[in-house]
């Protein structure tokens, strides 16, 4: 199973437009909400997903409806409603 695969399919909560997910195995996950008509939730999320980037993470659009990944993001979308952020794994 891969990291994306084992993200569940739940979207944003009642309210909220987007969600990003940084799973966290042994913590349970961070995620960070937003309601794109909410310009100060919606700056948190994107500065969330630019400093994450910036440190290695990869970012994927998820369709909420399935859980299906969807293609790698390289800019933050606020229109995006599930956003899963992973650190590659290091293949030996």
Do not use: C, H
């Amino acid at each position: 199973m891969s990291t994306i695969d084992a993200i569940d399919s739940q979207g944003p909560s009642e309210g909220m437009t987007g969600v990003i997910i940084l799973p966290k195995w042994d913590e349970g996950d961070l995620r960070t909400e937003w309601n794109s008509k909410n310009e100060s939730e919606t700056e948190a999320a994107r500065k969330q997903f630019v400093d994450m980037k910036a440190n290695g993470y990869k970012a994927y659009r998820i369709d909420p409806k399935n859980g299906e990944k969807g293609e790698l993001l390289k800019e933050f979308d606020p229109k995006a409603e599930k956003i899963v952020l992973v650190m590659p794994f290091a293949g030996g």
